[in-house]
């Protein structure tokens, strides 16, 4: 049984990822479809979705807000 070539590696992985991609597409448009409702029906605004996800994202991977907190001071900040 002969080993795959590099380049049969590459084209399998591009071949799956292609078929993945095509499998979310609908979830994709399904969450942008339910971002937008929330928009135009005035119950958020897009910033208040983006920080509610950037919340919820912290939160999912346990994220040491001190830590978090702590490397955010580090950082220089941009003027107003």
Do not use: C
């Not at 605004?45 to 919340?55: D, F, H, R």
């Amino acid at each position: 049984m002969s080993e795959k070539t590099k380049e049969q590696h590459v084209v399998d992985y591009v071949t799956s990822v292609a078929a993945l991609e095509d499998a979310i597409k609908p979830y994709r448009e399904q969450k942008t479809d339910l971002r937008k409702s929330y928009v135009e029906n005035g119950w958020l605004s897009k910033e208040e979705i983006k920080t509610a996800l950037k919340a919820y994202k912290l939160r999912k991977d346990n994220t040491d807000m001190d830590e978090l907190t702590e490397m955010f001071d580090m950082m220089p900040g941009e003027e107003a």
